[in-house]
């Protein structure tokens, strides 16, 4: 029967002072419970964390009979005994306990039609909380399907409570169940299951939690007796038929790839377009400015620092939205469980499970919707790790230093003989894999040391497959772009703007016009001094130190070589030569150095910072001129006042694994410690990473120049 539920309001009264009845959702995870929620309630009012917890808090409203109601959809969960975040918080919540969460006048119990007697464990712990209860019988249609009915009826007069079937996506039963919430919060609460643990027969000597487990699913079987009926069927459904080949483990995970090769090119490529059009409307914005403002610091502070600040945040914006949407739809047909018990096979030996899988692989697109898709993972030990692992995956960010460098530095030589195998795509290959192996030694590590403990099984159910329901993706889909901009863009634009203060002050006219003069005679110096050189390697040398020499006579090379003196003098430049000392082992001069530290806010910004360094000014690394005369310029750079050249392939190697496993990047941190709760996590994070960096840069190039 269609609901003639009233349409949902945003509203905060009815008629200015009704008190709302508050009514908390309850139920086992994939038991339809957001479909309810957006079927009552339609978008929620409010969207976030419990205060002091990291579990998202989901309110919404709707009226019926003149009765203003409030649901709050907790956390899916399969009991009440606490033993996570989510479990905690929905008792705390129903027990009235939870900061900011109102007194609850009511619970719906979500049950799964299909799957009665493991959902009525949570039913009957709910009728032990002495509040009015009413059970929502959902996926009915799907128990029909598979010939199973259930009297809700006799059921309803076993609990002592309203048991209302519900198919969610068709609005049906929407006002019965409206009507028996509001009828239920004017009368008592039912009376709790008797359970009696005592009363099992213990031969082998099991805990009390167990024991009264046991004896709750003897009451179920007892309060089920005669409520569920199932016609036998000889042959295999559809459904039984495609799980048949989606779990097996052969055909099941070249399904799997086939499947997140799609979903990873399309959030990896197809966001491509997307992306251009955020980065060209910001860089049309820039442009506005700077067209319309004087050149001086408040230009430079909106153009170099906020715009391009909100720019650097927004641009990730189509490839957030293009991932929750692949898994909201994955997850909303039913195949994203399946998928998990596949791969949980595989990551249960670094201690992770299957359900880590998907973060993971879509960190290679970018870590921060890889680690916004850790909510999907219930437990906290396995979302901790797998937060702090998926920055090891190569984003997409870093693949500009890795093509740039590999160009540069790498001879474009065949291996093993074989024409097609060429060494730069080896090299290229080696950077992703060396962030996939690091990984799992560090979350076999960490599941080990830090996160020890008892083995957490991997507690998972296969949903029916359904057809995912549009305005819950499209739910899902707002909820975590408006968590990315919120949380992470007014954070990333500050830091933005600190970094541009620091490469742009001190800023000395006198001071900059010295080191370039100084420049000029320091070129015609060396320049001289291979005159009497007949090598060929001195030939390109002295070649290309005259191209510098005759640029920096022209405008625009002389502008170029004061924006590079400007960089030099400033903070940012003083601390590439503070922290020489510490780069100096790893092959690097203050040069690198100073563009690691301004690489920051986003790892791409290393290639502009070069540029400027290097009195090429900005580089767009798609522009083949640019990059080419930066690759020239990379080769022909020299320690200060030698002719010893400061990139080689040893150093070209470092500086790439360095990139590969460090945290250059304050999105994601910022992302961390919002995702985690606390700041502890990002801090870890970064030490971590960069330590692991530093070594591995410091093995690859003291290894690299023993051996070449």
């Not at 269609?2 to 200015?16: A, F, I, K, M």
């Not at 419990?50 to 409203?61: D, N, S």
């Not at 009665?116 to 909380?129: G, I, K, P, T």
């Not at 009828?183 to 099991?206: F, L, M, R, V, Y």
Request: aromatic share 8%.
């Amino acid at each position: 029967m269609p609901s003639q539920l009233d349409p949902p309001t945003n509203t905060t009264s009815v008629d200015g002072q009704e008190t709302p009845l508050v009514v908390a959702l309850l139920g086992n995870p994939n038991t339809g419970k957001s479909t309810l929620f957006t079927a009552l309630a339609g978008i929620p009012t409010r969207v976030g964390n419990y205060p002091g917890v990291t579990v998202e808090e989901k309110r919404g409203q709707f009226t019926h009979q003149s009765s203003r109601i409030e649901l709050i959809d907790l956390p899916g969960i399969y009991s009440l005994i606490p033993r996570s975040p989510d479990e905690d918080v929905a008792m705390a919540v129903l027990e009235g306990r939870q900061e900011g969460s109102p007194k609850i006048d009511c619970v719906v119990v979500l049950a799964d039609a299909t799957s009665l007697e493991r959902n009525c464990y949570l039913v009957s712990q709910a009728l032990a909380l002495g509040l009015p209860v009413v059970v929502a019988l959902t996926l009915v249609d799907l128990a029909a399907d598979r010939g199973i009915s259930v009297d809700h009826a006799t059921l309803a007069s076993r609990l002592g409570c309203p048991v209302i079937p519900v198919i969610a996506p068709q609005r049906d039963g929407l006002a019965p169940l409206a009507d028996a919430i509001v009828a239920t919060t004017k009368q008592s609460p039912p009376a709790a299951p008797t359970i009696h643990p005592e009363q099992i027969d213990d031969p082998n000597g099991h805990s009390p939690a167990a024991l009264e487990a046991m004896a709750r699913y003897r009451w179920i079987e007892q309060l089920l007796d005669g409520v569920v009926k199932q016609t036998p069927t000889t042959r295999w459904s559809l459904e039984e038929r495609i799980d048949a080949v989606l779990t097996h483990r052969v055909a099941g995970t070249f399904v799997f790839i086939a499947v997140m090769l799609t979903v990873f090119s399309s959030i990896f490529w197809a966001a491509a377009p997307i992306m251009d059009l955020f980065s060209g409307a910001v860089d049309s914005v820039a442009g506005f400015l700077q067209a319309r403002l004087p050149e001086g610091a408040v230009r430079s502070l909106l153009v170099d620092g906020v715009v391009a600040g909100v720019g650097g945040v927004v641009v990730f914006l189509p490839q957030i939205a293009m991932l929750f949407l692949f898994v909201s739809i994955l997850e909303g047909c039913g195949y994203l469980a399946r998928a998990a018990y596949l791969m949980d096979r595989l990551l249960v030996g670094v201690g992770l499970s299957g359900r880590s899988f998907i973060p993971l692989l879509s960190s290679f697109a970018c870590a921060i919707p890889g680690i916004m898709a850790t909510r999907t993972i219930e437990n906290r030990r396995d979302r901790l790790v797998t937060i702090l692992v998926a920055p090891l995956m190569s984003c997409s960010a870093r693949l500009p230093v890795y093509v740039l460098l590999t160009a540069a530095f790498v001879p474009n030589t065949p291996v093993a003989g074989l024409p097609w195998l060429r060494l730069q795509a080896v090299v290229l290959a080696s950077m992703y894999a060396l962030g996939v192996v690091v990984a799992a030694i560090v979350a076999a590590i960490l599941s080990r040391t830090v996160f020890r403990g008892p083995p957490q099984p991997f507690v998972m159910e296969l949903p029916g497959w359904r057809w995912p329901q549009l305005m819950v993706v499209l739910e899902r889909v707002r909820e975590a772009c408006w968590s990315f901009l919120s949380a992470a863009g007014t954070l990333i634009v500050a830091v933005s703007i600190v970094v541009w203060a620091l490469a742009s002050y001190p800023y000395s006219i006198e001071a900059i016009d010295a080191e370039v003069a100084r420049e000029k005679v320091s070129l015609t110096e060396r320049v001289e001094s291979l005159a009497d050189d007949t090598s060929a390697a001195a030939a390109d040398l002295r070649e290309e130190l005259t191209d510098q020499l005759t640029l920096l006579n022209t405008e625009e090379g002389l502008e170029a070589a004061r924006r590079g003196a400007a960089s030099r003098q400033s903070f940012l430049g003083r601390a590439g030569r503070l922290i020489e000392p510490v780069v100096r082992p790893l092959g690097w001069d203050w040069r690198i150095g100073c563009a690691a530290i301004a690489s920051f806010p986003a790892r791409e910004v290393v290639l502009g910072t070069l540029g400027v360094i290097y009195n090429l000014g900005e580089v767009d690394p798609g522009e083949e001129e640019g990059s080419n005369m930066l690759i020239r310029r990379l080769r022909a750079a020299t320690w200060d006042g030698s002719n010893r050249p400061v990139f080689t392939l040893p150093v070209a190697l470092s500086i790439m694994v360095f990139f590969a496993l460090c945290a250059q990047c304050a999105s994601t941190l910022v992302v961390i410690g919002k995702e985690t709760g606390s700041w502890v996590w990002p801090l870890v994070t970064f030490s971590y990473m960069t330590g692991l960096a530093w070594i591995g840069a410091l093995l690859t190039y003291q290894l690299g120049t023993a051996l070449l």
